[in-house]
Every structure is written in structure tokens, then in C-alpha cells.
């Protein structure tokens, strides 16, 4: 597939490379260029352009930017950009402020998500959330002793979904469908469950499982 990855964090780098060891075209979107030219080295399948260009280029596109400027960029790229396309929403919406005690504070409640405040912005893109209950070095085949781990996914198109699961199958994650995108609420917060043993022990290499 062609894959339009929008940003140039940990996040980025790690998807887009691992969407290009598994066959897959990729076209990073960044607003400075400069901080991807050491990947791009390591990388050279790839290609840099801006934010638009990417999101263009994507049959799928992954939104891989600070939680905090997601529905900032989403709203620029608007539907004649994400118009129809799968956007897989790997972002959290965590506050710049630092975590209590290991918990991280989010600038949503219980009763909202920002893959809803995403999916409002623009109605038109077909948002499934995923990626974001792990850190970017497992998110990639991570190859862990319990086995594959779980990832959680919603989002209100079915085909939109079925489409990640396979991806994320290719990439060794066994797959939870928890429908439509309300469920973002439930997911979202699994970051701060994750991140918690890293914050408090520096355990970052782990990822949840759910057993029957």
C-alpha cells in the first residue's frame, strides 16, 4: 500500500520504517525536514515532503503528532486531504504538564476522546485508532516472550478497521475490535496504564495482553 505518515517523532520513524521492511511505500509529511535527514540516510525508500503531500500520497495515512497538535493539523489537511482516506489516529491526548506520581494527565475526561474531537473535525476521513497503548520501540513485530500482545482498535468505519487489523497483523499484534469511536475513550487512557511501570520503575518494555 501507499502509506502517508504525518510527523517526524519516534512514533513516525518507527511506523514508517517498519511499514517499509514490510514491502509498503511510505511518504513521511513532516514540517521540518531537517530532523528526518538521519533517517532518510538509514531509509532511503522513503520519501519527505509536507504535511499535505503525505496525506495525499496515503491510500492509508497514520497520524503520528504531539496529541496536543493533532486536531490543529487535522483540521489544516481538511477532507480534500483525508477525504475517504484511512487515517490511523496513533495519538493520546496528554497535557504539558508532568505526570503525579508515575499518571499521566489528559486534557479529555471519561467522557470524551480525541479521536472523537478528530473524527468531528473531519468527518469525511475514516479514523481508527490504533498504536497508541505501546511505545514506538515495540510497536513494530515486538516480538515479545509472552507472545503477540493485544492492540485495542475502534472507529466508526468497519472497512477502515478491517484494513488496519491486517496491518496489524503484519506487524505481529493479535487484534481487539471495540467498535465504533465512542470506544476511544476506553483506549486512550490504556497509555497512562502502560506507561506507568516505565514512570515509576523504567520498565518500558512491555505490552497488554487480554486473556480468555
Known amino acids: 500500500m501507499k502509506i502517508g505518515i504525518i510527523g517526524s517523532g519516534a512514533v513516525a520513524r518507527t511506523l514508517a520504517a517498519g511499514f517499509l521492511r514490510h514491502g509498503h511505500q511510505v511518504t513521511m509529511g513532516t514540517r521540518e525536514p531537517g530532523k528526518l535527514a538521519d533517517w532518510l540516510a538509514q531509509n532511503p525508500a522513503a520519501r519527505v515532503g ?120 503484519q506487524f505481529g499484534w493479535d487484534v481487539e475490535d471495540m467498535g465504533s469511536a465512542e470506544a476511544a475513550r476506553a483506549i486512550e487512557p490504556l497509555c497512562i496504564l502502560w506507561c506507568l511501570p516505565g514512570f515509576l520503575r523504567n520498565e518500558w518494555m512491555h505490552a497488554l495482553k487480554l486473556v480468555r
Not at 504535511?51 to 496529541?67: H, P
Not at 504539558?96 to 476521513?125: H, I, Y
Open 50 to 169: 509536507a504535511v499535505a503531500e503525505a496525506a495525499r500520497f496515503g491510500d492509508v495515512v497514520v497520524l503520528a503528532v504531539k496529541g496536543s497538535a493533532a486536531q490543529g493539523v487535522v483540521q489544516s489537511l481538511g477532507a480534500g486531504a483525508l477525504g475517504g482516506k484511512v487515517v490511523i489516529d496513533t495519538t493520546n491526548p496528554i497535557a504539558d504538564v508532568p505526570p503525579v506520581n508515575g499518571v499521566l494527565k489528559f486534557f479529555t475526561d471519561l467522557n470524551d476522546s480525541l479521536m472523537e474531537r478528530l473524527q468531528a473535525a473531519v468527518p469525511a476521513a475514516r479514523f481508527v485508532k490504533a498504536f497508541s497503548c505501546v511505545g514506538a520501540p515495540l510497536m513494530v513485530n515486538p516480538g515479545l516472550k509472552g507472545g503477540r500482545p493485544t492492540m485495542f482498535i475502534c472507529g466508526n468505519d468497519a472497512g477502515a478497521r478491517g484494513t488496519v487489523r491486517e496491518i496489524l497483523d
